[in-house]
């Protein structure tokens, strides 16, 4: 099954790095704005079981992503199994969902940036309110070279989900749980027109 080998880190703007990974020759892969769903049954049983079922959508279509539960860490790096497919309707499979008693427990958008390099994926995240995310995956012997190249602090990687980023958030500005939506407008970083590749 195919393994999902990531990290994130925090940063206050994402401009720098968007320069840093223009001036290294990366490969820009697009910009899109997402909408996310997690999504569980009764009793948030997939939850408890370290499972995530996530619908994405990206304007053209969603993905389905089911991601297992966290393996062993000792690598320093979140690693899960993960499944990816297309769906055609977002709107459809939440229904179908539903009529299978899986629901929405929490809803998020962002906006992300990819690009490549050193044969990882580079993710420029923006999320309401918690701000700015790089998230980095690829073989966990490429991860530290990808992320010094751009000027970031492996030893400052965070691998913590952004449910608990929220979460922590909210609890720490004492705000009841919500979903994590932009108010309105595309965020404060998005380069130009949205596209997804």
Do not use: H
Request: net charge negative.
């Amino acid at each position: 099954m195919p393994l999902e080998i990531e990290t994130k880190f925090k940063v206050l703007r994402l401009d720098p790095f968007r320069r840093r990974l223009e001036a290294l020759g990366a490969d820009f892969a697009g910009t899109v704005r997402e909408k996310n769903w997690i999504l569980d049954g009764d009793k948030d049983w997939l939850r408890r079981r370290g499972v995530l079922f996530r619908l994405r959508d990206v304007g053209n279509g969603g993905v389905l992503t089911v991601k297992g539960p966290p393996k062993d860490e000792r690598s320093g790096f979140k690693t899960r199994e993960e499944i990816n497919c297309r769906v055609d309707s977002v709107p459809a499979f939440l229904l179908q969902m539903e009529m299978l008693e899986y629901w929405p427990i929490w809803i998020y958008e962002k906006i992300r940036e990819s690009w490549k390099w050193r044969d990882c994926s580079v993710e420029l995240d923006e999320f309401p309110e918690i701000g700015f995310f790089i998230e980095i995956e690829g073989d966990p012997g490429r991860i530290p070279a990808a992320a010094l190249d751009l000027g970031l602090d492996p030893e400052s990687r965070i691998n913590e989900t952004y449910f608990n980023i929220w979460v922590k958030y909210l609890d720490e500005s004492r705000q009841p749980f919500r979903d994590m939506v932009f108010a309105g407008g595309e965020g404060k970083n998005l380069p130009g027109k949205a596209e997804a590749e």
